[in-house]
């Protein structure tokens, strides 16, 4: 079965930056979409980013524009750089791998057990 797992979580102030890395198992990488998911207490679950097996990307309007996502196939990793980072980004990051369904919505299929990022002064 597929595993991934999140890392680079952490407390960070105001207007900082961090990268989190995402590793899945397996030799199948290359062939799933990927995707960052949050979700902070007391709300839903938000798709934040994803990435295409193509390589094509989509992000929320929330983080558009500081966040980028990125894949290194070789390394079956998968990548989430956050800057200009705001305590409304405060919440568990989840990476996932997926795919797109006919109408191009974001299923997925497995998910990593998540990492804190918590944003404030």
């Known amino acids: 079965q597929v595993q991934l797992v999140e890392s680079g979580g952490g407390l960070v102030q105001p207007g900082g930056s961090l990268r989190l890395s995402c590793i899945t198992s397996?030799?199948?990488?290359?062939?799933?979409?990927m995707a960052w998911y949050r979700q902070a207490p007391e709300k839903q679950r938000e798709l934040v980013a994803t990435?295409?097996?193509?390589?094509?990307?989509n992000s929320a309007d929330s983080v558009k524009g500081r966040f980028t996502i990125s894949r290194d196939n070789g390394k079956n990793t998968v990548y989430l750089q956050m800057n200009s980072l705001k305590p409304e980004d405060t919440a568990v990051y989840y990476c996932?791998?997926?795919?797109?369904?006919?109408?191009?919505?974001?299923?997925?299929?497995?998910w990593g057990q998540g990492t804190q990022v918590t944003v404030s002064s």
């Open positions: 996932s791998a997926g795919r797109f369904d006919i109408v191009g919505k974001y299923s997925a299929n497995y």
């Open positions: 397996g030799s199948m990488f290359s062939i799933y979409a």
């Open positions: 990435i295409g097996s193509g390589g094509g990307t």
